[in-house]
């Protein structure tokens, strides 16, 4: 028409990806979405994205094993796995079967036995002036709290109830891991840009190397702490040695928390037989944190990875009250491959900050 004004030039709009602006502020969209989906789908997923972790440590055990017995016999890789394997599931299932169902007496005895002490414990509170007469009652239910949450822990050696399919689950991709690591190491590198993957390939080398000789000294401690109790506590005529050797053992696995519990076990059940007893007991059980404190850690530390006590133990309290049991016994390894990752990547960064 004329005598109309002519248009102002067309600027890009909210809809239009041309515009460098609207790029940039889509990406870092993107990129908020995409962590609170991460998070979301992690809470979610924890259970089992924790079972995965559990396979990964079943699975460091297993190839620290091969590696092992390659040492004194050798033969083909996959023949040693297999010996290995059949011995850990063997095991497994004569602790959960045999030796549970010959401890199951034993255990309910056991239950009675805390609750009978530390309601003592609580009376003599109560008349020495330390407790109020409110707290006097609460021995026998706090007694029951203890032996309860131990029942949760210890299920799966007294019976296969509740964590039979998580067991079986973590059994199974424990044993595919293990049978072919690299396949499922070069499937993730797959998915990184093909610059960081000798970055991911020496980072994953170390993480297994940390691991296998982390458990390694975990299952030394465990078999270590589990016989000298059991044996010594035989000797001194503390009754049911044995289940607190095994106890003990299991217990074990849990650094710091797992040594508190079965501290408090022995000490209770020595002296259900008497003072005597009672100081035989607690003489066991600091000559066995003695060697694990001063002997088995220092050693492992040194070979696998320096870990905080303070560091672990939060890190149990935190992973356990968010993960239930399983995420209690995974605090540690999870925390040392959280080291090792980070350990890696600080190098890494100091290297290309020297090199530029």
Request: aromatic fraction near 8%.
């Amino acid at each position: 028409m004329s005598g109309t004004a002519p248009r102002a030039p067309e600027q890009p709009g909210p809809s239009d990806f041309a515009d460098p602006l609207t790029t940039r502020e889509i990406r870092k969209a993107a990129v908020w979405l995409g962590m609170a989906l991460a998070i979301v789908l992690a809470a979610l997923l924890v259970q089992p994205l924790l079972l995965i972790m559990g396979a990964l440590v079943f699975a460091a055990i297993l190839d620290g094993g091969t590696r092992l017995l390659g040492r004194v016999l050798p033969i083909r890789r996959g023949w040693r796995l297999a010996i290995v394997a059949l011995a850990g599931v063997a095991f497994l299932v004569w602790t959960a079967f045999f030796a549970g169902s010959q401890l199951v007496a034993q255990f309910e005895t056991l239950r009675v036995v805390v609750e009978t002490q530390v309601t003592r414990l609580f009376a003599w509170a109560h008349g020495s002036g330390f407790l109020p007469r409110s707290a006097g009652a609460g021995g026998s239910e706090i007694a029951r709290q203890i032996m309860g949450s131990i029942g949760q822990v210890t299920a799966a050696v007294g019976t296969a109830l509740g964590a039979l399919s998580s067991l079986a689950m973590i059994l199974v991709l424990g044993i595919f891991i293990a049978v072919e690591p690299r396949l499922y190491e070069r499937g993730f590198a797959w998915m990184l840009p093909i610059d960081k993957r000798a970055d991911f390939y020496a980072t994953s080398e170390k993480m297994g190397r940390t691991l296998r000789r982390l458990m390694a000294g975990r299952l030394l401690g465990m078999a270590i702490e589990g016989v000298f109790v059991g044996i010594a506590l035989a000797i001194v005529g503390v009754p049911m040695a044995a289940l607190l050797g095994i106890l003990t053992g299991l217990f074990a696995f849990l650094p710091n928390i797992g040594s508190i519990i079965s501290g408090v076990l022995i000490v209770l059940v020595g002296f259900s037989g008497g003072v005597e007893t009672g100081l035989w007991a607690v003489a066991v059980y600091v000559s066995v944190q003695m060697v694990d404190g001063y002997l088995i850690v220092p050693t492992v530390a040194r070979r696998s990875v320096d870990l905080a006590p303070a560091l672990v133990l939060g890190a149990q309290l935190l992973f356990g009250a968010l993960f239930g049991i399983l995420g209690l016994a995974l605090a540690d390894p999870i925390v040392a491959m959280i080291k090792v990752l980070l350990e890696e990547s600080s190098e890494l960064k100091a290297e290309e900050a020297a090199a530029a």
